[in-house]
């Protein structure tokens, strides 16, 4: 059984002065160990607040209770809390957590050090090396691709143990879909890397005329060679970033 939830902060007086008592976020979530950047607390104020994210926390804090969840409370958000908002650079969008014991991190694709790669993630680093030469890494960890800019997205942020899919449809995918919202109505010349059909609907409602968006099927082994390898979009995204004054991703 999980430990029991409760909130941590990061210090800063603004994170301290959006979670006060009278937040609803911070009632939903005060026994949950959660962190996530102050930078993104004013962003998503009224997401927290919404009815269906204290019911979806409600939900949350219940099955960790219960049992295995993925991934650990306190990395629920590391896909926020590595990558500030005001410092994305690039949104890849993922579905699901890892279900199996210790592979989720908080970050879509990304395993912890340790862990066997996924075949998704075999294919991704065949994709990088192919694409722009960099050597394989030496573990499955993708943090130092949110530490550089990159918002590793799942649209579901929770999972049962052993059971894909059992946190979908409970509220997670209208909180990610409003992150996506925001990031595309209040940040330019983003690179929204859209892998599969899935992340691709996900993906109709950012602003084509102000962003970067790259698609092709999803790296599993079903899809992979049907149009996922070869796709360059490391190098395309990173063309971008640095036409419009950016600096490019050490994939």
């Known amino acids: 059984m999980n430990p029991p939830f409760y909130l941590r902060t990061d210090g800063s007086p603004a994170f301290q002065l959006f979670f006060t008592l009278t937040s609803l976020f911070y009632k939903t979530l005060l026994l949950m160990q959660v962190q996530i950047h102050p930078s993104w607390a004013s962003v998503l104020q009224s997401e927290f607040d919404a009815p269906y994210f204290q019911q979806l926390t409600a939900f949350v804090r219940q099955e960790y209770q219960q049992g295995p969840c993925y991934p650990p409370g306190r990395e629920i958000f590391n896909a926020f809390n590595l990558c500030p908002f005001d410092r994305v650079k690039v949104v890849l969008i993922g579905q699901d957590p890892y ?119 999803h790296p599993s082994p079903l899809s992979a060679y049907h149009g996922f390898f070869g796709n360059h979009h490391f190098t395309r995204c990173n063309d971008y970033l640095q036409e419009h004054g950016e600096e490019a991703i050490r994939w």
């Open 99 to 217: 279900h199996g014991p210790g592979q989720a991190e908080g970050l879509c694709f990304s395993v912890k050090e340790g862990i066997k790669l996924p075949p998704s993630l075999v294919n991704i680093f065949k994709e990088v090396q192919d694409d722009t030469g960099a050597p394989q890494p030496a573990n499955g960890s993708l943090r130092r691709w949110a530490e550089q800019g990159v918002l590793l997205l799942n649209a579901t942020l929770t999972v049962r143990a052993h059971q894909a899919g059992s946190h979908q449809n409970r509220g997670w995918e209208t909180f990610t879909d409003a992150v996506i919202r925001q990031l595309s109505a209040q940040r330019e010349h983003l690179v929204f890397i859209l892998w599969g059909s899935y992340a691709q609907k996900k993906g109709q409602v950012i602003d084509r005329n102000r962003h970067l968006v790259l698609t092709s099927p």
